[in-house]
Nanobody, 123 residues
Framework: QGQLMESGGGSVQAGGSLRLSCAAS????????MGWFRQAPGKEREGVAT???????TYADSVKGRFTISKDNAKDTVYLQMNSLKPEDTAMYYC?????????????????WGQGTQVTVSS
């Protein structure tokens, strides 16, 4: 089974930007759905953004217009560009693979998860 490795998290002030990366090994991401999820302390894990095998993207309402998901199939890497960060974006961010050409927000179909990268936004 493949693995996912996130990087790029950190601490920023409100209004700042971060770019998260998710490197996949053992997968050809051009054939699967990739998703970014996040989990804040005491809250359930929620979907942030997804990108299908064809490159179609979907965003949670809370991040629309601020976050952008993209991928580099040649590098088997998915990115999450986060701009205009807010304190409520503070969470552990995870990438995940859904072995399907299309995506969705339900977590169960995503069968491989990375270890996560922490994003902290201060006011």
């Amino acid at each position: 089974q493949g693995q996912l490795m996130e990087s790029g998290g950190g601490s920023v002030q409100a209004g700042g930007s971060l770019r998260l990366s998710c490197a996949a090994s053992g997968y050809t991401i051009s054939n699967v759905c990739m998703g970014w999820f996040r989990q804040a302390p005491g809250k359930e894990r929620e979907g942030v953004a997804t990108i299908t095998s064809a490159g179609n993207t979907t965003y949670a309402d809370s991040v629309k217009g601020r976050f952008t998901i993209s991928k580099d199939n040649a590098k088997d890497t998915v990115y999450l560009q986060m701009n205009s960060l807010k304190p409520e974006d503070t969470a552990m961010y995870y990438c995940a693979v859904r072995p399907s050409g299309w995506c969705g927000w339900a977590r169960n179909p995503y069968n491989v998860w990375g270890q996560g990268t922490q994003v902290t936004v201060s006011s």
